[in-house]
């Protein structure tokens, strides 16, 4: 049951350009969407999110871009750091009243290299 | 910044046995879920749980599984009888209200390794 993907499984970027991670749904029903970072042996960290009225939200270095018709969604890191170095999970919630599980991609490993 | 803490970080249990994983959600938050990881696999969702009852649950919940919040702070996931696959990083998380775009807040975690 793919319904959120995350086709790079890794990606390798410069100390101080851009890293975009991508991720793919399927279900339109998904109306918030989340980026998490974590690190091996930790949980996951909440990055930031976006709510399925808006195409774009920013907070410091990071920005997601929601593009609803082709049902994808980015995150934008600039300018990239060392320590920016972890997993990234897409997730996605829909409205199912007071649940609101999160539906989880595999994960985008970023490197970024001094 | 309160921060949802778990325990233990890692238990080592032989099949058959019977565990329990303990968690603590943010103080003001309502909703609460665990999921978990098997190794190089996706975070799953197992269950959620709202004013003492599960609200949902995943397949991977089968009879094996159980949720208590025994004392207004604890949250608890407990194993009756673990096999080889239930082997994974368990993750505790709580949200604060009942609005769809409210987040979740993960806890570290606590690696289960069933021998």
């Known amino acids: 049951d793919q319904q959120v993907k995350q086709n790079s499984p890794s990606l390798s970027v410069q100390e101080g350009r851009i890293s975009i991670l991508n991720c793919d749904y399927t279900?339109?029903?998904?109306?918030?969407f989340l980026w998490y970072k974590k690190y091996p042996a930790e949980g996951p960290t909440f990055l930031i999110s976006i709510s399925s009225i808006k195409d774009k939200n920013e907070d410091g270095r990071f920005t997601v871009f929601l593009n609803k018709s082709a049902k994808h969604l980015s995150l934008h890191i600039v300018p990239s750091q060392p320590g920016d170095s972890a997993v990234y999970f897409c997730?996605?919630?829909?409205?199912?009243?007071?649940?609101?599980?999160?539906?989880f991609g595999t994960g985008t490993l970023l490197a970024v290299q001094p | 910044e309160p921060e949802v803490t778990q325990t233990p970080s890692h238990q080592v249990t032989q099949m058959g046995q019977e565990v329990i994983l303990r968690c603590v959600p943010i103080s003001n938050h309502l909703y609460f879920y665990w999921y978990r990881q098997i190794l190089g696999q996706k975070v799953e969702f197992l269950v959620s749980f709202y004013n003492n009852e599960i609200s949902e649950k995943s397949e991977i919940f089968d009879d094996q599984f159980s949720v208590e919040r025994p004392d207004g702070s604890n949250f608890t996931l407990k194993i009756r009888s673990t096999k080889l696959e239930d082997s994974a990083m368990y993750f505790c998380a709580s949200r604060r209200t009942s609005g769809e775009t409210d987040t979740q807040y993960f806890g570290p975690g606590t690696r289960l390794t069933v021998l």
């Open positions: 279900n339109s029903m998904f109306d918030y």
């Open positions: 997730a996605a919630s829909g409205a199912r009243g007071a649940t609101n599980k999160l539906i």
